[in-house]
């Protein structure tokens, strides 16, 4: 025997009546109707009560008991307790029909009856989904030939607010797989009637509906999409490109979810504006090259492609376009003069966001899936992209500005936002230089729903008039002088648009030592606080937090520093600060001395340098001979100029380097060669030009009246860069050669002549050993290499 808890078995009420009244203990204002049966069995009696409160029934409350031989034994329902309900209502039936129409975008006009039930509904509480309150509702359902008349709507009878919804149909809505074109396997909702499932929903807020144009332009001319067990297959709808109408259902379906789970925002308006999508759209290649926002029927659109364009039913296709529906009915920009570049560049910027939120792939990039004749159609990131189908321009009023269509004109509006969420350096297109600090995606996006849903943009006409509505949307996010304010700010006037406001900086040294060092953060904006974080071979010795830090080396090495201002909305990292911890490393080549030997005497003068590009981390060198030599001129710069006295002592000799900066010096590199007692001249000499060289370096061997050179000598020819790494090798004959260098990336290189052989010689001036010493010298020589 089961009963409510609380009711003993030895207690179990001998009616209906006495249930009310001594377990229930209904108030003078509750009563329950019974509603007849029939009984099938004689010896069993069951029971149903309608609840009502003042007359009127209570939505889905009553009870119902269960007698076998004329003894209850069975009791269950559910009793609604009302207190003081004002249970008159002061809305009209009239009234509750138009709110309830509205609230669904059904036109009055469109109405050809209606069912208005006055009842007492549950309505759950907002901060809870576990606790209901009893509301006066009317019960309304509409008579219309309407696309989202699909549902039974709760109406407040005393303040006209549709409390919820409930669908029409039992059994209506249905979860399908989609086998998309362009996201692979999905799940969507779909609606199971005329028995098929449909690419329609209605679980929503707003009712989303994907239809098949089948070619034509019309929209009265729309058929379903429609699939028979609701596993859309690729095997069914790839080959007439229905599967695009998949990849648009979806992408609604998550652009919807977005911005109402996370913004609160329900469909374009922010008010339950119905979400119709057609496939298939257009009869010419331009047509069918495209996707729309119609402005007039309010529609999405998007074509089957034809030249330049695949089926455009992408993730960022579809987001672009559902963006234009938001700046239509959200902010009532018309499609005209600049303000068609303002529909585009917040399209894109709509497209930017949801695909990094939904489907992350490219998110600068436009059309990356949907393109054919080159890789994307426009690039946020890099507005003049080569690769992009469209270029746009970054800069207001530039020259590329001025003379640019709505599209090229979008990009200022686009741009700004990718700097905002990126930050970036560098001079814009009419010579403005400009610092950002990236926000990061989830504060742009916080920035872009509080100025488009909250009326900033409204009636804007101008660049100008947008950005100082973004300012003042940042500043009610944020408050004045902001963080987010100055980015907005310095955003703008990165694209050229305002003049240049103040701006945080970074600064402190290249190098960190033992003995410490301080950063400091400039100009901090109000409310916010700093976070130190370092690279390897640094301690911080300062509180976290401090302004300046200071930092020590433990160690060294390359290392860097960096700064995050932490505020109530968000942290936002500035770049880090490359710095040197400690002293330097050792340098690890030195460019080769002849093999050979060095030659005694003041007449032959050598020079070493160092192979490696010249180091940040070094602020000179210092260079060291022994036993020592004459230095000629400076030992601190990247090469050393040398010689012998004739009276040296021939021997094993040796050239050393070291790397010095601020924190002190590193160990020497040494290399050795040969001091030798020879009485050479400089009889071979190499003259190369142009020097620097773009793409041709000319090379000349020349010598003195000591030999004559052999047309016939081969000389052997080697290019390194100066890692040391062979870029180009090669052999010629005579004293002339010319090498292709327009294949070698912008740097220095040094040149090596390996086997200089075979020249002729004049026995008079010229012993064996000297002739020999010449024909087995390597010489090196060394260009410079530009763009």
Same mark, same amino acid.
């Given at each position: ?5 609380g009711?003993?078995?030895s207690?179990?009420?001998?009616s209906?009546?006495?249930f ?6 209904i108030?003078v204002?509750?009563?329950f ?11 069993f ?15 889905d409350a ?25 249970a ?10 138009d ?18 039930e ?13 606790v ?6 009317y019960?309304?359902y ?10 039974i709507?709760?109406v407040?009878?005393?303040?006209c ?13 249905a ?11 999905r ?21 989303i509906?994907t ?7 019309s929209i ?32 609604l ?5 977005r ?8 469909s ?12 298939h759209?257009?009869?010419s290649?331009n ?14 659109l998007?074509g ?17 376009e ?38 992350? =792939?490219? %998110?600068w990039? /436009? @059309?990356?899936?949907? !393109?054919?004749?080159k890789?994307?159609?426009?690039n946020? $990131? #890099? ?19 001025n ?8 990009g ?12 970036? =350096?560098? %001079?814009?297109? /009419? @010579?403005n230089?400009? !610092?950002?600090?990236?926000?990061s995606?989830d504060i742009? $996006? #916080? ?25 003042n949307a ?10 987010l ?6 955003a ?6 305002? !003049?240049?406001?103040a ?15 301080s ?10 606080t700093?976070?130190w ?9 300062s509180?976290q937090g ?12 390359s ?32 460019a080769?001395?002849?093999d050979d ?27 060291d001979?022994?036993p ?14 040398f ?19 601020p924190?002190?010096?590193s ?16 009889i ?18 020349t ?41 070698l990336?912008?740097?220095v ?7 200089v052989e075979?020249?002729?010689w004049?026995?008079?001036?010229m012993?064996?050993?000297q ?8 010489f090196w ?7």
């Amino acid at each position: 025997m089961e009963f409510p808890d609380g009711i003993q078995a030895s207690k179990v009420p001998s009616s209906s009546e006495a249930f009310f009244t001594d377990f229930l203990q209904i108030s003078v204002n509750d009563e329950f109707r019974r509603i007849p049966r029939k009984e099938k069995k004689e010896e069993f009696l069951h029971e149903h009560f309608d609840q009502y409160y003042k007359g009127i029934k209570v939505d889905d409350a009553g009870y119902n008991f269960h007698y076998k031989n004329g003894k209850m034994f069975y009791a269950h329902g559910h009793y609604v307790k009302v207190n003081d309900l004002n249970a008159t209502p002061t809305v009209t039936p009239e009234k509750a029909k138009d709110c309830f129409a509205i609230y669904k975008s059904i036109p009055l006009d469109s109405i050809a009856d209606f069912i208005a039930e006055l009842v007492i509904k549950e309505v759950p509480v907002k901060e809870s989904d576990s606790v209901f309150l009893p509301k006066l509702a009317y019960r309304v359902y509409i008579y219309a030939d309407y696309d989202n008349n699909i549902e039974i709507g709760f109406v407040d009878a005393h303040t006209c607010e549709v409390l919820l919804t409930e669908p029409v149909l039992a059994g209506y809505s249905a979860t399908g797989t989609f086998d998309t074109r362009y996201s692979g396997s999905r799940q969507g909702i779909t609606q199971n009637y005329s028995g098929a499932f449909h690419l329609a929903d209605s679980t929503r807020g707003a009712i989303i509906h994907t239809w098949n144009l089948n070619g034509s332009t019309s929209i009265l001319d729309r058929i379903e999409l429609s699939d028979n067990n609701n596993n859309w297959t690729s095997a069914e709808h790839s080959a007439s490109e229905n599967d695009m109408g998949l990849d648009v259902h979806w992408a609604l379906q998550q652009i919807y979810d977005r911005l109402n789970n996370i913004h609160g925002i329900n469909s374009f308006d922010d008010n339950g504006f119905a979400i119709d999508a057609h496939i298939h759209y257009g009869t010419s290649n331009n047509d069918r090259d495209n996707a729309f926002w119609n402005l007039v029927d309010n529609v999405l659109l998007f074509g089957d492609g034809a030249v330049a364009f695949r089926p455009v039913a992408s993730i960022d296709a579809v987001a672009h376009e559902f963006g234009h529906g938001i700046s239509d009915l959200q902010m009532g920009w018309p499609y005209t003069g600049d303000r068609a570049a303002f529909h585009e560049g917040m399209s894109d910027i709509w497209a930017a966001i949801l695909e990094q939120r939904i489907r992350p =792939s490219s %998110t600068w990039r /436009i @059309g990356e899936q949907v !393109t054919i004749d080159k890789p994307y159609l426009r690039n946020i $990131e #890099n507005t003049n992209d080569l690769n992009a189908k469209m270029p746009i321009s970054d800069t207001y009023l530039s020259a590329q500005y001025n003379s640019g269509d709505n599209y090229v004109r979008s990009g200022v509006l686009s741009h700004w936002f990718y700097l905002l969420v990126n930050g970036g =350096s560098g %001079t814009n297109g /009419i @010579g403005n230089t400009y !610092t950002v600090y990236g926000m990061s995606m989830d504060i742009a $996006e #916080n920035l872009i729903i509080e100025a488009v849903f909250n009326g900033y943009l409204n009636n804007v006409t101008s660049y100008p008039t947008i950005r100082t509505s973004m300012v003042n949307a940042a500043t009610a996010l944020c408050g004045a002088n902001s963080l987010l304010v100055w980015q907005v700010e310095n955003a703008w006037y990165a694209v050229g648009v305002g !003049t240049q406001p103040a701006q945080v900086t970074f600064s402190g040294p290249s190098f960190v030592c033992s003995s410490g060092a301080s950063f400091t953060i400039n100009n901090p904006p109000p409310g916010i606080t700093i976070e130190w974080t370092k690279g390897p071979y640094l301690t911080r010795t300062s509180a976290q937090g401090s302004n300046p830090c200071t930092f020590s080396s433990i160690g060294s090495g390359s290392s860097w520093v960096r700064a995050t201002l932490v505020t109530d909305f968000g942290s936002v990292p500035l770049p880090q600060k490359a710095v040197w911890a400690g002293t330097p490393t050792s340098p690890t080549a030195i460019a080769l001395l002849p093999d050979d030997g060095v030659c005694r005497g003041p007449a032959y003068y050598y020079q070493v340098g160092l192979l490696h590009p010249y180091p940040s981390y070094v602020s000179s060198w210092y260079w060291d001979l022994q036993p020592p030599g004459v230095i000629i001129g400076s030992r601190t710069g990247s090469s050393l100029k040398f010689y012998y006295p004739a009276g040296t002592t021939p021997g094993r000799y040796s050239v050393g380097v070291k790397a010095v900066n601020p924190c002190g010096d590193s160990s020497y590199h040494i290399e050795y060669f040969d001091v030798i007692d020879c009485d050479r001249q400089e009889i071979v000499s190499f003259n190369i030009y142009p020097n620097p060289v773009r793409d041709v370096l000319n090379i000349e061997i020349t010598a003195n009246d000591a030999v004559e050179i052999n047309p016939e000598a081969i000389t052997e020819l080697r290019i390194y860069d100066t890692f040391l790494s062979l870029k180009k090798q090669l052999t010629f004959s005579g004293s002339t050669v010319s090498v292709n260098t327009g294949d070698l990336p912008q740097g220095v290189y040094l040149i090596q002549f390996v086997t200089v052989e075979d020249f002729l010689w004049h026995a008079d001036t010229m012993d064996a050993k000297q002739a020999e010493a010449i024909k087995q010298r390597v010489f090196w020589s060394k260009f410079d290499k530009i763009l």
